[in-house]
């Protein structure tokens, strides 16, 4: 095939996906912390690509209870909400129901969009062709799918849909997706334990450099949408490097000290956990939250974590890595496109200036759908090329 195709663009995605994904799957700590803060930008990316500007900064300052924000509130909850989805998607193979309806509920902005249909037999059969044998276009594919039956009333529960069946698609590999329950966060998705298998961020695909458009059901739409995600996983990988190389500076922490010394258990629940209250540590360790404050301090001391708030009510430390991306300022207006900006790139299933609510409903009804089934149909085509070379037939 042509250099650039649809497939070779898929193919080389997937290639920069598997190494980010083996060094995850060889060492848990750097999953964690890896997916701990590539989802806290893609949630942030994932809103924002709705107009709503706001920056990761945004839903640190709303979790620290810190009312000096002029930030929209209503999309901080929003991408708090897509964050705690992102951090445990689920079980989308034996539980599809559950997930496309807790999707539906977190990605609902009841003053913007049209309620989606409820979930029914055929909608939970968008995850049915997630079988691990090419997760990204899997993903795809899935979000397409959803798009087109649910008219594109939600670009967000679109891209939620994508993140669970490439979830799906991956932990296949691994023998299923998780159906463990952690404990409350009380850091509302900022904090706890990620139990999910996804590697590539859509959302950040599309809005790290230059805007691109989210339409899954757009074949040129896909094509930028894959280019982006050739490059930001190649900046991703950049950031599991330096993860790895916090994991080695706190081995070297905590190498020496006394058995009676809990700072090497500390470090190990960083590790998993990179982001906490003393409080938070102080239960995962069974200390009293004087001694998880003893521990914080000399974490802090040696580069490993950063007070991220100093306030009473509500102290929090973090891993340096994170708590650069928590604590980044919201960068200039010029990041998020304006609203005529959007308009142009056809924010799709959204009213957009001048046309009316009845005139959208219309637009979105007479898209042809002949057309839909045809790029579900060069979905599949595209699928038999991997089955073809990788060997596999029906997963």
């Known amino acids: 095939m042509a250099a650039g195709s649809p497939f070779d663009l898929v193919l ?17 700590v750097i999953a964690a912390q890896w997916r701990s803060e590539a989802a806290v930008a893609e949630a942030a990316a994932s809103i924002g690509l709705e107009d709503l500007r706001l920056s990761e900064t945004d839903l640190l300052v709303r979790v620290s209870e810190n009312p000096e924000t002029h930030a929209d509130v209503r999309a901080i909850e929003d991408a708090l909400s897509v964050l705690r989805f992102l951090r445990a998607p689920g079980d989308p193979a034996n539980e599809p129901l559950s997930v496309l309806d807790r999707i539906a509920r977190l990605s609902a902005r009841a003053e913007t969009y049209e309620p989606l249909p409820e979930v029914d037999d055929e909608m939970v059969q968008v995850f049915a062709r997630c079988r691990g044998r090419a997760p990204l276009l899997e993903a795809i594919r899935a979000s397409a ?65 230059r805007f691109r458009i989210w339409s899954p059901l757009n074949p040129k739409a896909v094509q930028e949408l894959l280019q982006g995600i050739g490059g930001i996983l190649d900046q991703e990988l950049g950031r599991v490097i330096t993860i790895r ?4 500076k706190a081995a070297m922490a905590a190498r020496g000290k006394s058995r009676r010394s809990r700072l090497p258990d500390a470090v190990d629940a960083f590790g998993i956990e990179p982001v906490m209250t003393s409080q938070a540590l102080a239960d995962r360790l069974g200390i009293t939250q004087r001694g998880a404050i003893k521990l914080l301090g000399e974490l802090v001391e ?43 790139r056809g924010s799709p299933g959204l009213p957009q200036a001048g046309q009316s609510r009845a005139g959208e409903a219309r637009r979105i009804k007479e898209e042809n759908k002949a057309a839909v089934e045809r790029a579900l149909a060069d979905f599949d085509a595209v699928l038999e090329q991997v089955d073809g070379i990788l060997g596999k037939r029906g997963g």
């Open 145 to 209: 799918h959803y798009a087109a039956l649910t008219e594109r009333r939600s670009p967000v529960a679109e891209r939620l849909v994508f993140a669970a069946a490439e979830h799906l698609s991956r932990s296949r590999v691994l023998g299923g997706a998780s159906r463990s329950r952690h404990m409350d966060d009380p850091l509302r998705g900022l904090g706890g334990r990620v139990d999910a298998s996804w590697v590539i961020l859509p959302s950040l695909a599309l809005t790290r450099m």
């Open 302 to 344: 040696q580069g490993l974590l950063v007070e991220m708030t100093r306030r009473r009510s509500a102290r929090i430390w973090a891993t340096p890595g994170l708590a650069a991306l928590l604590g980044r300022r919201a960068e200039p207006a010029g990041r998020a496109a304006p609203a005529a900006g959007i308009a142009a």
């Open 245 to 248: 190389a916090w994991r080695e």
């Open 12 to 28: 080389a995605a997937e290639v920069r996906a598997s190494r980010i994904e083996g060094h995850l799957a060889a060492d848990p």
